[in-house]
């Protein structure tokens, strides 16, 4: 069974560009997070899609976006970027609704530099 | 604010000894509790869970942790530390109608030596 799947894995932009991250989820999995990885806020949580909806959102600005499609496909979007985005950013799914019930299946991430 | 302390940033122990990673989070109700390991360029691998019940839990790997609401604490524990258990690793507090959103402790670094 294939497992979290991102792309691209790494990526250069320069500032003011915007990028789009993709990430595939295991097959089944409908609930797919977002996380951004930085080595001075560690792990933050961005948001959260199931079934095509958004249900949590962390303290991000609005240049931050997401989306799932139907197939569960998830994509994250950042306009206007800036120096401090970069960052290595996490997708994980799960097969159910609450991190209590089960398992969160991390991606490799998507390294972002932002020059 | 829920949030989740690792005190260690670095910590390097010798291949065999044991290994204790603390972790101490800040919750009102009784959170559900994660660990994970991150080797360099990977993503996160769950090792073990805590959700209710017995408050010690094994995972994979040989890891244990251990739920001690008294201290707000959930340490992993290894045995004998093998020199490929060199990675980060991150303690992450889940909640009661967050969905699958987790909070992260900032991540110890372990390195084992020879």
């Known amino acids: 069974k294939a497992g979290v799947t991102q792309t691209p894995r790494y990526l250069i932009k320069t500032r003011g560009q915007q990028v789009t991250l993709s990430c595939s989820p295991i097959s089944g999995h409908r609930s797919v997070s977002w996380y951004q990885q930085t080595p001075g806020q560690g792990l933050q949580f961005l948001f959260e899609?199931?079934?095509?909806?958004?249900?949590n959102k962390g303290n991000f600005p609005g240049r931050f976006s997401g989306r799932q499609f139907s197939n569960s496909r998830s994509e994250m979007n950042v306009s206007t970027l800036e120096l401090g985005d970069s960052a290595l950013y996490l997708c994980?799914?799960?097969?159910?609704?609450?991190?209590?019930?089960?398992?969160?299946?991390f991606g490799e991430g998507s390294r972002l530099t932002v020059l | 604010a829920q949030s989740v302390t690792q005190p260690d940033i670095h910590i390097t122990v010798s291949e065999g000894a044991s290994l204790e990673l603390r972790c101490n989070y800040s919750y009102g109700a009784t959170p559900y509790l994660f660990w994970y390991v991150q080797s360099p360029g990977q993503g996160l691998q769950l090792l073990l869970k805590y959700f209710s019940g017995d408050t010690l839990v094994q995972g994979i790997k040989g890891f244990e942790a251990e739920f001690k609401r008294s201290q707000s604490s959930f340490n992993l524990r290894k045995p004998s530390v093998h020199w490929s258990d060199a990675a980060e690793y991150f303690c992450?507090?889940?909640?009661?109608?967050?969905?699958?959103?987790?909070?992260f402790g900032g991540g110890t670094r372990l390195m084992v030596k020879p």
């Open positions: 992450a507090v889940g909640y009661n109608n967050a969905g699958n959103m987790l909070t």
């Open positions: 899609y199931f079934s095509e909806t958004q249900r």
């Open positions: 994980a799914s799960s097969f159910y609704l609450w991190a209590s019930a089960g398992e969160l299946f």
